[in-house]
T-cell receptor
Framework: AQKVTQAQTEISVVEKEDVTLDCVYETRDTTYYLFWYKQPPSGELVFLIRRNSFDEQNEISGRYSWNFQKSTSSFNFTITASQVVDSAVYFCALLYSSASKIIFGSGTRLSIRP | DTGVSQDPRHKITKRGQNVTFRCDPISEHNRLYWYRQTLGQGPEFLTYFQNEAQLEKSRLLSDRFSAERPKGSFSTLEIQRTEQGDSAMYLC??????????????FGPGTRLTVL
């Protein structure tokens, strides 16, 4: 089965705290891609990152970092020094090589309190 | 604006009416996708096109739903005899379809449908 699980439904932290959003995926394919998208209140899905299954290097982009671990089928997302503008719903997603459609998790609603 | 655009952004209709949504992809993208997102859930795949050919349809796409992409550019999604369960956000995405970033899907702002 191809599946993405985001166990954290909602997270609320105070501004400037670090926060990690968890993502666990399932796939039988050896070639696949993992994504994170941000959905602010306006509703548009904003692409954040894509990682392919052969590249386990962690990535940092400003205050954002991603930890990909094939051994645990996880692709976690950390926001350092969170800001109110980070408040949104974040989706982890999977695209396996034999498919064209992206499979999304159910999302984590992140609220950053001033 | 060179992103994916969708029209209308909001649609309110009465049960039983037909509705049609339009999506204009990024101009050089030859793949176009439709997803549906219900409240509190992630988007779910409905269908996708490679140029004008509809290559895959989800079981979610009942016979009341039809999508077209007649000239391989914009696409329309029509829902006939709408039901209250059709209320959702309908998202369109496009991707290049070839090259190293072929599967990077860029999403439009969505059309929010409310069926009364």
């Amino acid at each position: 089965a191809q599946k993405v699980t985001q166990a954290q439904t909602e997270i609320s932290v105070v501004e400037k705290e670090d926060v990690t959003l968890d993502c666990v995926y399932e796939t039988r394919d050896t070639t696949y891609y993992l994504f994170w998208y941000k959905q602010p209140p306006s509703g548009e899905l904003v692409f954040l990152i894509r990682r392919n299954s052969f590249d386990e290097q962690n990535e940092i982009s400003g205050r954002y970092s991603w930890n990909f671990q094939k051994s645990t089928s996880s692709f976690n997302f950390t926001i350092t020094a969170s800001q109110v503008v980070d408040s949104a719903v974040y989706f982890c997603a999977l695209l396996y090589s034999s498919a064209s459609k992206i499979i999304f998790g159910s999302g984590t609603r992140l609220s950053i309190r001033p | 604006d060179t992103g994916v655009s969708q029209d209308p952004r909001h649609k309110i209709t009465k049960r039983g009416q037909n509705v049609t949504f339009r999506c204009d992809p990024i101009s050089e993208h030859n793949r176009l996708y439709w997803y549906r997102q219900t409240l509190g859930q992630g988007p779910e795949f409905l269908t996708y096109f490679q140029n004008e050919a509809q290559l895959e349809k989800s079981r979610l796409l009942s016979d009341r739903f039809s999508a077209e992409r007649p000239k391989g550019s914009f696409s329309t999604l029509e829902i006939q005899r709408t039901e209250q369960g059709d209320s959702a956000m309908y998202l369109c995405a496009s991707s290049l379809g070839s090259g190293p970033n072929y599967n990077e899907q860029f999403f439009g702002p969505g059309t929010r449908l409310t069926v009364l």
